[in-house]
């Protein structure tokens, strides 16, 4: 018998427009790229690979890529450092005020970019008034900002690896004679690898990604690439943008499959 | 190898004691189960004798050696947890080789001892697979070789064959009792099912809100309880309330005096007698204790028919005998009399 349901249709053509909502626009960057139109139109006269390596040509474009990338790196490191020991004891000690200390480590994730930025620059401001260091528009304070951005990442996706991983294999380490220190690296560490790369990758792509809060933090020559593709757009639009922009969707689509393969990124939120 | 010693022991939590004044000493070799409903303190104490809890008040002693503050890591405890724990990254051989690297045990000797302990409990041709790809049995036998491969003083298992599935529980529970055996470890194990508890335990303590109710093997526990709490967690029980009014003469709440053996100090009680223990007659039967009850059903179970009778206080009691024992009328509301010997029944608070 011919089973036709039209609630079943219905949801699945909703699924679908929501699907073709949020992909389609990547799917014309990536489209617009290949355009060999001087000024983007549509539809395109003919394709060329030309925008790729004009845009690799571009002191601002590949500068802001090789600073994302360290920018990136550097400041999931620094999450990594800082995120996985709060983790652990906000997950695993039961300290007075751990709550507090919670939500305060995921809190940027809340505060509206642009506003954090803002603070963090005037904030720079005042310390280099207080101690003539100057962190505004320097590599550090660029990586300071980042962190702030990645770690909430961290942190979410740490704590949720702790959380599930089962407590009592710990107990059992230690029954065994590990202590502490031992019961860490030789049982906790493992069971939460998956979590720890899943983290990685994730503060490396809010990093990576990261446009507000570095705003205020750039100097000349120090730009990343969200921010060179925003000056670009200022006073161009041709495809350079659509190539820099399928690079980025490209990286960024790997770091999510990779770490896809670690933590199924369902259970994390 | 030696016993172990509990004395005075007690854990609060804020307002909330969860184990008072717990004297119990356990025996070098014996298999002692710790009985109770959940919340009982039944695993608090287990996780004390481990090191995992330290104790409010009180000593704990492994032979003559006082490990009370001694951290969990130092302690040479083997424990077998509720649902294993089982290290997830490591293969059966290394799960079972952790203690022993821990210990710093050259390569060899470990090697040595982690195949001595796979043939214990028959899992070598295992050694290398995942714990996630074991059966639950399989699994536990593991985490029993991992838990004796340090040469523990004592052997603890947290309600080890709760993860089972029935048929495999009382198989494993027979394993686990010979393995036991076999190496006469001094062990404790806690559960809540008294069937597992009677099955394997020497002896059983069990406890209710933090204490020690009783302590004895399973046929002391069922035939003399030495609480109402007992009586009624261990076995089914029908009780009777009332008063006693003379040595070794008991009167119901309807002013029936029934007989009982042993001493009892005067005042309420609650007279106990099991349903195997109590017959149910046509006719008032003589020199022994009778009351009259309706019954209200039966319920045939194969070997044994289960009775629902009512005594005339309107309380429900119970009564099983052999199906083949013919002459007891099956109707509900006929009048019938049940009685017991007083050696039969015991009294309780």
Not at chain 1, 53 to 78: H, I, N, P, Y
Not at chain 2, 184 to 212: W, Y
Not at chain 2, 223 to 235: D, E, Q
Request: aromatic share 10%; proline share 5%; glycine share 8%.
């Amino acid at each position: 018998m011919h089973n036709f349901n039209f609630g079943r249709l219905a949801f699945r053509s909703l699924v679908i427009a929501v699907f073709a909502f949020v992909v389609m626009p990547l799917v014309v960057i990536v489209w617009a790229a290949f355009f060999s139109d001087k000024i983007l139109t549509f539809p395109p006269k003919g394709y060329t690979l030309s925008w790729f390596t004009r845009a690799w040509e571009l002191r601002d474009f590949s500068q802001g890529f090789a600073m994302s990338l360290k920018v990136g790196a550097v400041a999931t490191f620094c999450s990594l450092v800082l995120g996985v020991p709060a983790a652990l004891a906000i997950e695993r000690f039961p300290f007075p005020g751990r709550e507090t200390v919670r939500q305060l480590l995921l809190a940027p994730m809340y505060v509206p970019a642009i506003v954090a930025g803002a603070a963090v620059y005037v904030y720079f401001v005042q310390v280099e008034i207080l101690t003539e260091v100057q962190f505004a528009a320097t590599f550090g304070g660029l990586v300071i900002a980042h962190t702030l951005v990645a770690l909430p990442w961290t942190m979410r996706l740490v704590c949720a690896s702790l959380a599930t991983a089962n407590t009592t294999s710990e107990d059992a380490a230690r029954s065994l004679g590990a202590n502490a220190l031992q019961t860490f690296f030789l049982v906790t560490l493992p069971i939460i690898r998956p979590g720890i790369i899943a983290a990685a990758m994730f503060s490396f792509i809010a990093s990576f990604s990261d446009l507000e809060k570095s705003l205020f933090l750039v100097g000349p020559g120090k730009t990343t690439l969200p921010i060179a593709i925003v000056n670009y757009l200022e006073w161009n639009l041709d495809s350079t943008i659509a190539a820099v922009a399928t690079v980025q969707i490209f990286i960024i689509g790997a770091a999510l499959l990779l770490s896809d393969r670690y933590v199924k990124l369902g259970k994390a939120f | 190898m030696a016993g172990v010693n509990l004395s005075g022991i007690r854990k609060v939590y804020g307002d909330f004691k969860a184990v008072s004044d717990l004297d119990l000493q356990i025996k070098e070799g014996e298999l002692l189960a710790l009985l109770g409903p959940s919340g009982c303190g039944k695993t608090t104490t287990l996780r004390m004798i481990a090191g995992f809890v330290m104790p409010s008040a009180g000593s704990v002693r492994f032979g003559d050696h006082d490990v009370t503050r001694l951290p969990v890591h130092k302690r040479n405890v083997g424990m077998v947890f509720q649902g294993y724990a089982l290290f997830p990254h490591l293969s059966v051989a290394r799960n079972v080789e952790f203690g022993l690297r821990v210990r710093k045990w050259d390569a060899q000797r470990r090697a040595d001892k982690v195949s001595q302990m796979l043939r214990w409990v028959q899992l070598e041709s295992l050694a290398d697979r995942h714990p996630k790809a074991l059966s639950g049995g399989q699994q536990q036998r593991v985490a029993l070789a991992r838990a004796m491969a340090i040469e523990p003083d004592v052997l603890l298992l947290d309600e080890p064959f709760s993860a089972l599935d029935a048929k495999l529980r009382t198989q494993m529970r027979t394993e686990i009792r010979e393995l036991q055996q076999d190496a006469h470890i001094t062990s404790v194990f806690v559960t809540h099912d008294q069937e597992e508890a009677m099955a394997i335990a020497d002896r059983i303590g069990v406890m209710n809100q933090g204490r020690l109710e009783q302590l004895g093997s399973a046929e002391d526990l069922y035939r003399r309880p030495a609480s109402r709490f007992v009586a009624t967690f261990i076995g089914k029980c029908n009780l009777l309330e009332g008063r006693v009014t003379a040595p070794g003469s008991f009167e119901t709440a309807l002013g029936r005096t029934m007989q009982f053996a042993g001493t009892r100090a005067l005042g309420p009680a609650a007279l106990c007698f099991r349903p195997e223990q109590a017959r149910l007659l046509v006719e008032e039967p003589e020199g022994v204790n009778a009351i009259p009850v309706t019954l209200r059903s039966a319920t045939y179970l194969g070997p044994l028919t289960e009775y629902d009778v009512e005594t005339g206080a309107g309380r429900r009691l119970l009564v099983t005998a052999p199906s083949a024992q013919p002459g007891v009328p099956h109707e509900p509301g006929t009048a019938l009399h049940l009685s017991w010997h007083a050696e039969d029944c015991v009294l309780v608070d």
